[in-house]
């Protein structure tokens, strides 16, 4: 059986398409790492503003009991009673 051989033009052709195949796959493992650490951000977020959620109802609440229904303007610290 006969060898053939590429040409160097055919072997560079190839060599980078296999270069830039192992480039493309190295950064889609980069961008899959970051989105894995952005929805753990995302998560931890999440359940910090359910906490803060939370603890305003609760003071929201304390203050509905103490005080009634109403309003707070927070830049006077007045309360505003509604009817």
């Known amino acids: 059986m006969?060898?053939?051989f590429l040409t160097?033009?055919?072997y560079q052709q190839?060599?980078?398409l296999q270069t830039n195949q192992s480039n493309?796959?190295?950064t889609l493992g980069q961008v899959?790492?970051?989105l894995q650490f952005l929805n753990a951000?995302?998560?931890?977020?999440?359940?910090q503003l359910k906490e803060l959620d939370g603890k305003n109802e609760e003071i929201?609440?304390?203050l509905q009991d103490k005080y009634?229904?109403?309003t707070i303007n927070m830049e006077t610290k007045e309360f505003v009673k509604t009817s």
Do not use: C, P
Request: a negative charge; hydrophobic letters at 25%; zero cysteines.
């Open 24 to 26: 493309l796959f190295a």
């Open 8 to 10: 160097d033009e055919e």
């Open 41 to 47: 951000q995302k998560t931890e977020l999440l359940s």
């Open 60 to 62: 929201g609440k304390e």
């Open 68 to 70: 009634g229904n109403g």
């Open 32 to 34: 899959e790492y970051q």
């Open 14 to 16: 190839i060599s980078n």
């Open 2 to 4: 006969e060898q053939v």
